[in-house]
């Protein structure tokens, strides 16, 4: 697992044991299409990776000129691989870990007032929660206007047209995997 372009193109990001049963990072391929339909650079964004796993969506929009990234997840090993690669990369000043579940992530974040211009969510394929997380970024008003929601999720859950002031905008598949990208009209 590597970044795929930018300032850190090529670096080696550290994965999950092979034994993790909660960690399932986001391929490059998947990571560099998800990137090609976004546009290659995020000049000066703030990018919110919910559910970080690696870090690897987080630390890339930063290779590829975001600002900053708040990587949100609850698992140890997780926050462990995320602290490890934001290092290795030397990202440290950019990157802000929250340790805590997603749900109360977002409500911090929206108490702080955060707004954000890019928000990626992958959740693990069995909590089925894109319409949750469709919830909570909308109640907590974390979607900066103009801005996009990307949801990675099985192919078995069907992701809404449209859902809490959201509108899905498109939607690529991966094998089992789903990248629904929404924005609010």
């Not at 979607?143 to 859902?163: F, N, Q, T, W």
Request: hydrophobic content about 40%.
């Amino acid at each position: 697992m590597r970044i795929v372009a930018g300032t850190a193109k090529g670096r080696a990001l550290a994965g999950p044991k092979a034994t993790s049963k909660h960690i399932r990072p986001t391929a490059d391929r998947v990571r560099e299409t998800l990137f090609n339909v976004l546009g290659q650079w995020l000049d000066g964004q703030s990018v919110l990776d919910l559910y970080a796993g690696t870090g690897a969506l987080g630390l890339e929009s930063i290779s590829r000129g975001a600002k900053k990234a708040v990587l949100v997840d609850s698992d140890r090993e997780a926050l462990s691989l995320c602290r490890a690669n934001t290092d290795t990369l030397g990202f440290t000043s950019q990157v802000e870990l929250l340790t805590q579940p997603v749900e109360k992530a977002l409500g911090v974040l929206g108490r702080r007032g955060d707004k954000f211009e890019l928000i990626f969510a992958d959740p693990p394929y069995a909590a089925k929660v894109v319409e949750g997380v469709l919830d909570g970024v909308g109640k907590h008003g974390l979607l900066a206007p103009g801005g996009m929601l990307v949801i990675e999720h099985d192919k078995r859950e069907a992701a809404p047209e449209s859902h809490a002031g959201f509108q899905q905008v498109d939607q690529r598949r991966f094998g089992d995997t789903l990248v629904s990208f929404f924005r609010i009209p």
